[in-house]
Structures are given as C-alpha cells and as structure tokens.
C-alpha cells in the first residue's frame, strides 16, 4: 500500500470537487456540535419546564385554542406563542430545549456510528481475511453463516436482538463537565450499549465480504507466495500483507457504514428499542403525535439527520472516487 | 473524373475542445474517393485517421466537433429527395452530409456507409446475441427501402422503433423484429464464412472468437449493402494468419458487390495488399496521395520517404510503420503553429517549410500530389535549417 | 435450460440459507434473558400451574428434542399458538402478510417507474439542469431515514394540506379488485389507492433515489463503450440505441446492488409500517417483541427470511437474463 499515492489522490480529487469540501465541512461542522456540545447548548438538554412547553422555533408564532377556566366560566381563548432566542429551535412537550437536545444528539449519533462501525469492521475483516486466507472448509462455513446472517433485514434482526435483550446503556462522564469548565449540564453522555453492539453485529457481514474478496486476490500475489515459502507464518502474513491491501476498500465502506449504522439508530430509537433518551430519532418520535400542532419537534432532529449523513455520503463519494476499490453494493447495508 | 467520385471532402476539419486546450486532429482535409475502389488511408497513431472516419459518418461525439467543410456524397436519388427540404446541401447529384439533419444522416448509416472497427470483442453489445445485433442492422436497412429513398421514409423510422422492440421483447423469440430478419442474418453470417451460422447466430459475443467476431462484424456492416463501407484497423486487433483471412473476404465481397472501401489503417502491408489509391496521413492533414505505385514506388513526401524506407518488405503482413526520429506532434492547437507540421522531424526542413505547404503536385500529374515544397522544387542544402532549429525554438 | 438448472440449484442453497434462519430463530429463545415460562404463566401463577404449562408447551425437554418438535412442526406449517391472539402464529402472520406485500410492491414499482428513466435523462444531459437535479434528488433520498420522510409527508400532505389520509389500511389490494369486478365500484380501488400513496413513496423514495445514481453512473459507464458507437454507426435510432442496448447493460449492475438491498427494502417496510400504523407484518413484529410473544416473533422471523431468500433467488434469475455470460458457480 502506498500511502504517498493514496494521500496524492485524495488531494487531487478534493481540489477536483466542491462536492467533497461542502461533505467535509458538514462533518466537521457536525463533529464539533458533538464534542462541544456542552459548551454551545443554551439549556441542560435534559431540564424540563412545562411552563414553556411546546413553543416554537425563533421567528415563528403558533396559534392554538385554549379551553381555561375565567372567572369560574369555561372559556376557549386563543393562544399566540412566539418563538423566542432562548430556545432557538422551540422546545417539545416537556419544555425542553430542542437546540440543546439537538447537540447532544449529535453525540449518540456520532458515537453510535464510529464506535458500532469500528466494532463491525474489526470483527468483519477478521473473519473475512482468516476466511478469504485459509479459503476451502474455513471460507465454506464462514461464509454460509454470512449468508444466514444477511437474510435477515437488519433492522428486523437488530429490534429482534433489542427487544429480547433489553437495551443497555453505559454512562460516560462527560470531561467537560468533570473538569469544571460548564456547569448545569448533564454530568454523563449515556452510550447505548446494546444499540451499539446489535447495529455492529448486524452489520459485520459487509466488513467480512470486502475483506474476504481481497484477501483471496492478495494470497495469490506471487511475493505472498514467495514470503509463505520462506516460512513466514500465516498470521505475519495476513497482518503484513493482506490486511494493508484490505485497507483502501475497508476505509470507503466503513465511511458508508458510518451513514448506515447512524440512519439504522435512528430507526432503532424512532421505534423506542434505545438506551437514551437523548437521540435525534427519539426526539422524531416525541414529535410524531404533535404534528398538528408542533411540527418542529419531529422537524429538526429530521434535519439534523439528512444533514449528517448527505455530509458523509459526499466524503464517501469522495473517497470512492479518488481510491476507486472495487465495492459491490455501492452505499452498503443501505438504511434498513 | 468526377463523374466516378462517390465521396469528396473539402477542408474537413474536426477538433476536440478538451480542458488540456484545443486538439486539430484532423486540418483542413481534403480527398476524393472514387466509386468501387480501395482508398487507403494510412498514418501513425495519433494522425487523425480514426477521427477522419468518424467524421465521414458523423459520429464525434462531446467534446469533439466538425468544425468546417463539407462531405459530398453522390446519390442522385437522395439529392432529389432532400433538394426541397435542404438546398444548400445538394450540389447536383451530390448531398453534403454535413448539411443535413441527424435524422435523415441516421438513415444513411448502414445503407448508404457502413463502418467496421478495430477491436471486434468491445465492438458486440455483450449481452444481445450476435443475431440479434446483425438483425437490427438488417431492420435499420429495411425501414430505409421499405420506401425506398424518400425523405419521408428516411426521417419517420416505421419498421424499427422503441415500440416494436417494445413488443418483440415481450413476444417468444424476442429480440428479432422478424424471422426474416434472423433468416438474412444467418445468410450475412455465412456469407463471410462463419460456420454453422444456423447455430452461431444465437450465441452471444463471449462464445466467439476475435477473428469470427470480425467477420461477424463485416456481415453486420454489409446488412444494410452499403455502397461505402468504412474499415477503421479491420484487422489491427487479430492474429496474423486471421487477419488474412479477414483482408480476403473484405476484398472478395469488394469485388462482388461493387462497393467502395475507405480503409485505414497503420499497416503498410494491408495498404499494399488491398487498396488501389491511398492517402498518408500526417497530423491531421494528408500530406500524399496517390495511387498505389505512385505513392509506394516514387514517394514524394519525405514523411512518406521515411515510412516507406524502413520496411523492407511491403508484402510481410505485420509491415507496421517504424517511423522517423521524433515524435508525432500532439495536435494541440497552441503547439502547432503555422508551418509544415512535419519540418521538425525532416531531414530536409528548410526556410520554406517554415509556411504552410499547399498542396504541390507531383510527378508533374495532379494525380500524385504531395503537401510539400519539395514536390514541387528542387532541394537547396544552402536553406536547409540547422539540425537543432526546432529544439531551441519550440516550447519543450 | 440454463435457468432451470439454476433456479434448481439456487432452490437447494435457500433451503439451506433457510434451515439456518429456523435454527438461529430457535436459538434466540435460549439466549434470552429470562425463563420462557415466565412469560408465558400468569404472574400469579402456582408453580403447579407453572409446571404445567411448560409440559405443555415441552419447555422441559432436552433442546435437541425441542429442535427437533420445533421443525417438524414447521414443516406442517405449524409455528404454534401466538400467546397475544390465541390463535395460531401462523394465521396471524398471514393475515398480516398481504399488507406487507402491498406495501413492498408499490414501493418497488414507485422506485422503478421514476427512477430509471430520470437515471436515464440525467446521464444523457450531464451538466445540465436536469442532471444535477437529479444528483441532488438522489443524494438527499439516499440520506434521509425514510420514517423521517413519511412523517414530513404525513405533516405536508395529511395534516396541513389535508389532502390524503395518513394511516391505516382499510381495505386491501384483493377485496378492492373484487369489488370493482363483481360490483363494478370503484370506490375500492380509490380507497386503497389513497391509502397506499403514501406510505409507498415513503418506502419507495430512497430505492428511488438509489436506482437513480446507478442508472446514471452506470449510463454513463457503458456510454463510453465502443460498442455504443458501433450500434450508431448502423444507423439505429438513438432512443434504442440508449434504451435497448445502453441500459440493458446498466441493468446488470443496478441488480446486483438492488439484491444486496433487499433487506434494506424488508426493514423499510417495518418502520413505513409503523409510521402509518399500517397492519402488516413490521408492526406485528415490533407488537410480538414488546409483548414476548415467541410463536409469533419466531414465525414473521421465519417467514421474513423465506421471503428474503426467494427474493434473492427472483433477483440472481433477473440478473441472470440480463448478463448472459454470467454461468453461476
């Protein structure tokens, strides 16, 4: 592998494309919302004011009817809320800030994704070069197992294993917080442990073919030949040569898959089956039985989403393009 | 003379318009082909032939451009059918291809020329059968004499369509518009010599070989019996002994049928064997031309001098050309200049070369006639340029 | 021949994808948290009650035995008693199987009938309006989660404009043909139709958006191939030079992609379902998990992943007319 070259064209194709830059900007734009949430958010994501629920965004009025009780008479008035700046992007039914909720979410996203991706792409090209290196009985069974694997939709398997298992959730202290520098914030970022576990077990399969398909072109390569009669051993060799040459495909699709795995938690928290409340497909979800009346609540974590993973798919066109490996399946496990 | 003339192209010039700048790859191009004979056309790679070919039947494609001059075919037939709708394309009996509109050029394509290409095995859809493909030209001809040489049957394609295809696809033994058509197929296909053509005409483009595929590629282009067929390197991609045999049945159907042949090509053994006038190509211009032994036996230009030089033996099939030191001038328009595109790689530049050459003929015959001074004038060492003349002056 | 020979054998090998689906299904009972019984017996529940019902239902015999009960029931179609309806899983699961269906094909159909031939436009005018209006189209539906969508669609269309219901089913596909052909009502066929409109797009539209990109790329790939010229040079008409020899080529890879999608296809169909609370099999599976009713979580298990299998197999035969070189080792 040769990184010069590979690093050559990334450069090129960037300078090639505004599509490329306008996707690396969105994740950039993304990650920082995530990381510094704390410090941008306005409100605790997670306070609650019922006095100030479901107002909308800024530059927005809503108008609703209202039945109170004035002087002991039933009475319906109408209400006008204005959007104001101190919740920028309306709150939901429980007051809670939707801008902060927003930011935080990003972190489940973002987490959720990298983590469950690195998980699925470290299980799946293992098994794939052992597959792909030993071929014949090894590869058979592997892959048999894989095909089992994919003929349940993943979003089916994932609420299956969910559901039984119950979702599990681990809290991480947020550093900000732990240091001192923000007050008022949620001490802990909760990473939804089973979520996370299920979305990389669902999608390792993937990870698994790419890996296998370059390892069996790789085992034939003559200086692979040379070095297993000079008796480098296998394990040498699969870390030596045929990881490195894996590599190029892995990195484009684990890119893709981190869009995938992120639309497939949404999925997962829009259904319920999460272990955090603090989740943009959550968040649509609260929304959905106040469309009449809120539309924002189920809007902007939407948007969040679109925006997110349109800038990852751009970075993904935009590594496919400049490495050009040869991926069936174009966007990967897709969002199901 | 003009009287035997099927095809005359004036100052034909194609350019592409790439982002590396502007590429001449054909300049100003002029010949006459007369009707039932072999006019070869041989040049490098990278002369422009390929490109002359696909301008004759009008397929550059983006971003490519004919950028000037005119292609005058003899059909007195079309000329009548086309004088009221496009004037100025017609000239007597003859019709500028390039006036008239994509339509009615369309239905020219496979009756009036044909084409074969250089490499057989990409030139198939891979996924028709060879049948069906060889069908589809025989459709394109049908349609055009169902009604025959009529604008009206020219421009409104009735046995041919989207629909049709649309319902032969849905019907058994989809694919061919008609048994007739699979039946000509197989006709075409034993005409040059593929056997078992009842069997073969349903395999696919994988189960041939190169050199069948070829001749499959003939039997399409004659489908529609073309009175001018176009052979871009018919034989470049095959082995020798089946280029052979492709270059005998081009030249028996030749003689069969009377048609013209237009054949390019980079081998001086094809020319040698096949044609009876030629043109050498040089950087998108053609710098000689003649008849086969004027041009072989008394080559005027010093390019041709050159090619012809280093092949000892015309006849050997594989005679490729081994040209000159130097190398063919990239066609970039910013890089030519005005002069003799051939003076940095001749021996015998001199301070004229520097101008552009006009055509001089040679021999004294309009015949024979050479895109340099030299065809004209005697040499004159005294105004020869210095050996290093072009390396200092010319951008590397 | 050919293709007989490899339905046969794409046969055999789903039949054996399947037996894994069953075997992994059963599993999943055993690494579940939690006794079966528990879920099963009433809370107040005497242990003699409680050791009852699991000789009832063999909870107490050996695994292997259970397996074995648990196949041979299948193979009488057999799924056993959904512990939610009390009736058998397998009634449940194919009452609810033809809104699933429904729903699936008219996404398909809906992704088929806008996307290819806007694949199609778009590669031939590259660099136009229309073609980076396409991009962008397809770029933005591959990226938007489709229950996102169908809520957008249920606040635009449904709630503010008013203009189509936004849940429920009403009436399926069959009855609604049924009244029109005996009774001659269309009134039916427009209840379905009103019905299903959305929910299709909202399944269909990243499909959509997906074929779109491969057509175009795939277009524009095989419009470099010279055998595209060739087919120009015998002078035949430039819609079937594009429609029946360019595309029939682009069909090969956009049906490799689209069988690697089909679960994505499947899944979608659970959360659409869901959205419109549209009674098919993705909001009876979600019910059967929330509930722990095992029959009925085994049973649409298994028959999702029948379904996947023959989907594949329709798929590989497709693929297979349209690339004839292909031999399938």
Known sequence: MNWQRVWRSLRAEFGRSPMAKLGVVLILAVFLMAIFAPFLATTNPKAQDLSRANEPPVGFTDTTEDTRLVDGERQTVTVTTRGTLEYPLGTNQLGQDMYSRLLYGAR????????????????GVSVGIVAGYYGGRVDDGLMRFADVMLAFPALVLAIALIGLLGPRAVDIPDPFVAAGLVSDMPETTVLPLTVTLVVALVNWVWFARVARGEALSVREKNYVKASRSLGASDRRLMLKHVLPNSLTPILVLATVQVAVIILLESALSFLGFSGTTLSWGFDISQGRDLLATSWWISTMPG???VVTVIGINLVGDWLRDALDPDIEGESGGGMG | MSDDVILRVSDLSTRFFTTDGQINAVESLSLEIEEGEVFGIVGESGSGKSVTARSLIRLIESPGRITSGTIDYRDEELAEAVREDYPEAVDGAFVDLLAIPEDVHRSLRGTAFSMIFQDPESSFNPSLTVGEQIAEAVEVQRRASSNPRSTRARTRSSAYSLRSYAAAAVLPGRGYVSSDSKDRAIELLQQVGIPDPEQRVDEYPHEYSGGMLQRAMVAQALAGEPDVLVADEPTTALDVTIQAQVLDILRDLQEETGMTILLITHNLGVIARMCDRVGVMYAGEIVERGSLGDVFDRPTHPYTQGLLGSIPDLDAAGGRLQPIGGNVPSLLDAEMGDRCYFADRCPKAMEECLEKPAEYPAEGT?????????????????QALPEDYFEESEPP | MRLTRFLLRRTAQGILVVWGVITLVFLLRFITPGSTIDFVAPLDASPELRQRLAEDLGLNKPIYVQYADYIVNLLQLDMGNSLLKGRPASDVIFARLPATLELAIAATIVAILFSIPLGVISATRRHQPVDYGATGFSLIGISTPNFWLGIMLILIVGVNLGWLPTSRRIIGFGPALELLIFEGRTIGIQVWFEHILLPSITLGTYFTALITRLTRNGMLEELGQSYVEVTRAKGLPETLVKYKHVLRNTM???????????????????????????????TLIIDAINSRDWPLIQGSLIVIGVGFVVINIVVDALYMYFNPQVTFE
């Open chain 1, 303 to 305: 948007l969040a989403i």
């Open chain 2, 366 to 382: 309009d015949d024979h006639a050479a895109r340099c001074y030299l065809a004209d004038h005697p040499y004159e060492a005294s």
């Open chain 1, 108 to 123: 489940t996203s973002l987490l959720v994704g990298l983590l469950g991706t690195a998980i699925a792409a470290l299980a």
């Open chain 3, 252 to 282: 090969i890879p956009i049906i490799t992609v689209l069988g690697l999608q089909m679960g994505t296809l499947i899944g979608g169909a659970v959360i659409t379902e869901s959205v419109f609370n549209w009674p098919g099999l993705g």
